[in-house]
């Protein structure tokens, strides 16, 4: 089993037991039972979280999970379980990494032939800055992938955090080594000083060195 899969079936196996774990310990009785309101927060709250991370807040299964979950009855954590359930499975088959690797696949592949059809042109500095963005959006996904948040609550409001730090908590969760990490920030730095417009500070075959380094990376 791959690292990523092996997190996430991890990930979600910790969430169907805090959801046993509730229907243990259900308040009242009959079909007035329902979730003791600090588990049922945690619970609610890790769910929610959790499935933002891998399909995003406009997925189907987060609005789902909204709609059926807005109480802490027992049929409610009853249709929270029967999602998280349904992921799980999606994940054991494989379906859920296969498809998302497929499209970010094709996606990067378009991105990087126009960076490459640039540099053949000798157009260094939009070149550094569209290998950027797909090395960015790469690192956003492998976070996505391993349970690694991509942003950040900053007095109330959601911010995303910046490449760099995705690539700390990336090597920091040993998703790569601490050379990849080097080579990583090297390339983010060439990006920044292209988008700052201190275009100056780099070669085109410096730029053509790190879309090979990025293509490669994209590839692992």
Known sequence: MDKTKERLL???DFLLERGQNITRNY??????????????????SSSLSFIATIFGVESVYYHQFEIEVRSSYYYNV???????????NEIETGWLISFKKLVE???FSDFMEMAEHLLKGNYKDPSAVLIGSVLEEH??????ENSILISEDKNGDLVPKKASRLNDELAKN?????LVQK?????????????????????????????QGVLQFLNK
């Open 10 to 12: 991890s990930k979600v």
């Open 27 to 44: 308040q009242g009785n009959g079909h007035e039972r329902y979730a003791p309101s600090l588990l049922f927060s945690e619970f609610k």
């Open 78 to 88: 009853d249709s929270a379980i029967g999602i998280l359930t349904a992921i799980k």
């Open 105 to 107: 696949a094709d996606v």
């Open 139 to 144: 690192l956003r996904t492998l976070c996505k």
């Open 174 to 178: 040993g998703i790569y080594n601490k």
């Open 183 to 211: 080579s990583v920030t090297a390339w983010l730095d060439l990006r920044n000083n292209a988008a700052h417009g201190h275009f100056g500070q780099y070669d085109i075959d410096q730029v053509k060195i790190m879309y």
